[in-house]
């Protein structure tokens, strides 16, 4: 039976979701406590890949196991999981789905949020980047709407990575004020590894005046990741959620 798991998770004190040696991961976690609550032993399935110290407001996995858990058995294992896991990790549901369906393939979009703080705040600096001095909001604006003009996006993709395509397709991609913050929010059907910061971390720079929408269309067709500018600390992103088509994954009760 294949169950998805959703859960959260404050990202400072991994090495990104992905399972590896000599290194703590939110994977490695996730594994572990699944293995002494459900005595699942097979591996766990994530809906993406998050660098280091990349946060998640929401994050999907899914694994197989042998037994069928009831509505009740599978509020205890949540229970139970969020007692094992530490206090950065946080469980809210876990519920079964159809065999073929896949916490990474079967997403139809997600979203990333990037948050910038304007005034240093000793509460926010490990979940923000803070900048001092002004942006040019609307000129980066203007520059994230050419996003929607492309879909080969090498020059904002970590190198030698192991992916077939560099192709995505950017669905929204806009800064916003929240709570005080300046907010970057970019939808695609998928991401290529560092795109989100990349992106942002060349964003700022228009929006600093050092480049020009001009150059950030010169950026984009260059398809060289040593056209744009850096990445954006870890800190300030959060995948913020994932779409599936959910009448097509979970069971019919």
């Not at 694994?63 to 599978?74: E, M």
């Not at 519920?95 to 000793?122: G, L, M, N, Q």
């Not at 879909?151 to 992916?163: I, R």
Request: charged fraction near 25%.
């Amino acid at each position: 039976m294949r169950y998805f798991i959703r859960f959260s998770f404050d990202g400072a004190a991994y090495h990104g979701w992905q399972m590896q040696e000599n290194a703590v991961t939110v994977q490695s976690k996730m594994v572990e406590a699944l293995r002494f609550k459900a005595g699942v032993d097979e591996i766990l399935t994530g809906c993406g890949r998050t660098d280091t110290g990349v946060h998640a407001s929401e994050f999907y996995a899914h694994f197989d196991v042998d037994k069928t858990l009831n509505a009740a058995a599978s509020e205890r294992l949540v229970f139970e999981l969020n007692r094992f896991l530490p206090n950065d990790i946080a469980v809210q549901s876990v519920f079964p789905v159809k065999p073929d369906a896949h916490a990474r393939f079967s997403a139809i979009s997600r979203t990333y949020k990037y948050y910038i703080s304007k005034e240093k705040d000793p509460f926010l600096h490990n979940f923000s980047w803070f900048i001092f001095g002004g942006l040019d909001v609307e000129m980066m604006n203007e520059a994230a709407k050419l996003l929607f003009k492309y879909d080969d996006f090498t020059s904002f993709s970590k190198l030698h990575t192991d992916v077939k395509t560099n192709n995505c397709k950017v669905l929204q991609a806009e800064f916003t004020e929240e709570a005080g913050k300046l907010v970057f929010t970019i939808t695609a059907d998928r991401f290529l590894r560092n795109m989100v910061r990349a992106i942002v971390g060349t964003l700022i720079k228009v929006g600093r005046h050092q480049k020009t929408t001009d150059d950030f269309v010169r950026i984009i067709e260059g398809k060289n990741r040593g056209l744009a500018g850096f990445s954006a600390p870890a800190q300030g992103l959060f995948l913020h959620s994932v779409v599936y088509d959910w009448s097509g994954i979970l069971i019919a009760e």
